[in-house]
């Protein structure tokens, strides 16, 4: 393999923004923003497990820096009048997340919020869980302003180069092996 270009790799300066994840998804229900991969179709389709979705809304909670999304704004004039005008490179997976909490679909556990928060529960096998609709106003409202993800916003004019960010931010770090999140598991509990 080569890593030789024919010409200069050229900057793309992309534009760094923060948003809230609920103004996101807000645009991803009104049509302006797509995730699929028929849109974006370097990309995979979902794949988190319930797991991961829950364990990332713990990420919002706690504060925990949630990379960046990044999406691409498509030129209106090659757009079809019902195309989105923004897609998302990389990020499709929490976006898809944070839908589903939006959406009522997608349960964490009621010990998560301050009681004051909660409304009601539902009993699983793991105890009470709350959406986010068996929250207060307040809870949901505390959630929201607690979520805001980093941005970055690309221009470019091809899906090709969609591709490039996508593969340059996906394709070249080392995979966590299951015995490294194994051993900062035990770490975290005190073992």
């Given at each position: 393999m080569t890593h030789q270009t024919t010409?200069?790799?050229?900057h793309m300066s992309l534009q760094q923004t923060a948003r809230s994840a609920e103004s996101l998804i807000h645009m991803h229900n009104a049509g302006d923003l797509a995730w699929d991969p028929p849109h974006a179709p370097y990309q995979r389709g979902a794949v988190w497990t319930r797991d991961?979705?829950?364990?990332?809304i713990a990420s919002g909670?706690?504060?925990?820096?949630?990379?960046?999304?990044?999406?691409?704004?498509?030129?209106?004039?090659?757009?079809?009048?019902?195309d989105p005008y923004y897609v998302v490179i990389d990020g499709q997976q929490r976006l898809r997340t944070f839908a589903a909490w939006y959406a009522g679909e997608l349960a964490v556990p009621a010990s998560w919020w301050q009681p004051d928060f909660v409304e009601g529960t539902r009993e699983t096998d793991d105890g009470p869980y709350v959406t986010i609709s068996d929250l207060t106003l307040v809870g949901r409202?505390?959630?929201?302003?607690?979520?805001?993800?980093?941005v970055a916003e690309?221009?470019?004019?091809t899906i090709q180069e969609e591709a490039e960010i996508y593969?340059?931010?996906n394709g070249y770090g080392t995979v966590q092996s299951d015995d490294d999140l194994d051993n900062a598991a035990r770490i975290a509990a005190g073992e």
């Open positions: 010409a200069p790799i050229e991961q979705q829950v364990q990332l909670l706690a504060g925990i820096p949630i990379p960046a999304i990044i999406i691409n704004r498509r030129d209106w004039a090659k757009c079809g009048p019902d409202r505390y959630f929201g302003h607690r979520v805001i993800l980093p690309a221009s470019v004019p593969l340059r931010v």
